[in-house]
């Protein structure tokens, strides 16, 4: 990763790949991607292995510096596409 590299703090991102957006208790999580740009790759590499190329059936979410944790759920400062 460039920040560590440069020696600059990062935020840590995360990738959440929703195979059915009809159903998003059922979800890929992918920890640490590296970057936005990295998180929409992962998560479109995925959706192609499922057959759905172009998320028409799936969705996606990049979780951007988590900073609270209750149980399962983690809250992050910023969540994009």
Request: proline content about 5%; charged content about 20%.
């Amino acid at each position: 990763m460039l920040c560590s590299i440069l020696g600059l703090w990062c935020p840590q991102i995360d990738a959440f790949y929703y195979p059915n957006r009809a159903d998003l208790t059922i979800h890929e999580a992918f920890l640490d991607v590296g970057s936005v740009e990295q998180c929409r790759s992962v998560v479109y590499d995925r959706a192609n292995q499922n057959n759905d190329p172009n998320m028409i059936v799936g969705d996606y979410e990049c979780g951007i510096d988590p900073h609270d944790t209750f149980g399962t759920i983690t809250v992050y400062r910023e969540t994009v596409k």
